[in-house]
């Protein structure tokens, strides 16, 4: 073997006692106070993480597993690895597996789709300064690629439907992606203003806000033919952080009072900067933001993550072939 697929992802921990090592690797080494870990104990554990391990592994690890057997399974005889940044199994120990495998030739796809210097780029780093000595094609961003754009327009289709129906009218959709710290995407001074050491200045702006939305536009415009006008929806950044600084936005809490005012009695939520089901959909958007839309008198609905969708892997099969 000489040519393999590598999917990375965020990575999560597998018990409730793993959050403040977890949230160690997650920043960097800075630890953070005990009410924000115990407050990140609290919501994965109404999504189901216990004291010990439970059944299944938790939902991020149990999806990018499946996805990475899935594609395998499509690939026939190329070899698929599933390594996570902040969690085991370690980009580093999968990459030096893949070594002992024989791989020379490596194509890695981090499963957030919009590039970013804040994600993305630490995921390149670290595949980079394992992967000595080999050659590695990283995929920086897919956030226009067709069969993704394809999987979450088949996931918002029906539940954008079925409510519009329920409420009598078109209902607006409220696309999100995950929040990053202002100054990562900015240029000059603001890039570095209370970064880690080292972080290098930043003399381009970071694409990420840009290719996020414009996830959401090309999904939107596949709704069209169903009546979704551009008028119908709005993006929103989740999921902000509680340090370093302010977040960009608008927030979907601030998108939720707005959608309220104008008059809407619902709104679906499809996040597209996300692939699987994980603490950010399962707690900030069904029950985080559910409960904030009820007090505003509004009714919510999520379309299903991508999970194992089939149309998904098309987009990774795709990907994998492109400058193979």
């Known amino acids: 073997m000489s040519f393999a697929v590598?999917?990375?992802?965020?990575?999560?921990?597998?018990?409730?006692?793993?959050?403040?090592?977890y949230l160690g690797k997650v920043t960097g080494g800075r630890a953070l106070p005990d009410e924000v870990v115990k407050e990140l104990q609290h919501r994965y554990a109404q999504i189901g993480l216990g004291e010990t391990p439970g059944a299944e592994p938790p939902p991020l690890t149990k999806w990018t597993v499946a996805q990475g057997r899935l594609l395998q399974e499509r690939l026939g005889g190329t070899r698929v690895y599933v390594a996570m940044r902040n969690w085991h199994p370690y980009i580093a120990d999968v990459i030096a597996q893949m070594r002992t495998d024989g791989?020379?030739?490596?194509?890695?796809?981090?499963?957030?789709?919009?590039?970013?210097?804040?994600?993305?780029?630490?995921?390149?780093?670290?595949?980079?300064e394992a992967a000595g000595g080999?050659?590695?094609?990283?995929?920086?961003?897919w956030a226009e690629e067709p069969s993704l754009i394809r999987a979450f327009a088949e996931k918002l289709l029906?539940?954008?439907?079925?409510?519009?129906?329920?409420?009598?009218?078109?209902?607006?959709?409220?696309?999100?992606?995950?929040s990053v710290p202002c100054r990562t995407i900015m240029t000059g001074e603001a890039s570095i203003a209370g970064?880690?050491?080292?972080?290098?200045?930043?003399?381009?702006?970071?694409?990420?806000p840009v290719e996020a939305k414009r996830t959401a536009e090309l999904v939107a415009d596949r709704l069209a033919g169903a009546g979704l006008s551009d008028g119908d929806w709005y993006f929103a950044f989740q999921s902000q952080g509680v340090s370093g600084g302010p977040w960009i936005g608008p927030t979907v809490e601030e998108s939720l009072k707005a959608i309220r005012d104008e008059g809407?009695?619902?709104v679906v939520i499809q996040p597209v900067g996300f692939v699987c089901d994980h603490v950010e959909v399962l707690y900030d958007i069904d029950i985080a933001f559910r409960?904030?839309?009820?007090?505003?008198?509004?009714?919510?609905?999520?379309?299903?993550?991508?999970?194992d969708s089939p149309v998904l892997t098309d987009a990774l099969v795709a990907i994998a072939f492109q400058r193979a």
């Open 264 to 266: 809407h009695g619902g």
């Open 158 to 178: 029906p539940v954008w439907t079925e409510a519009s129906a329920e409420l009598g009218r078109r209902i607006p959709v409220l696309f999100t992606a995950h």
């Open 134 to 141: 080999l050659e590695v094609d990283f995929v920086a961003g």
């Open 195 to 208: 970064a880690r050491p080292g972080t290098p200045m930043q003399m381009t702006p970071d694409p990420y």
């Open 6 to 21: 590598l999917l990375l992802a965020h990575g999560t921990p597998n018990v409730l006692g793993e959050m403040a090592e």
């Open 103 to 128: 791989v020379t030739r490596i194509k890695a796809i981090c499963l957030a789709p919009q590039n970013s210097r804040t994600s993305v780029g630490l995921y390149r780093r670290a595949v980079m």
């Open 291 to 307: 409960e904030i839309a009820r007090e505003l008198g509004l009714k919510l609905w999520r379309a299903e993550s991508l999970n």
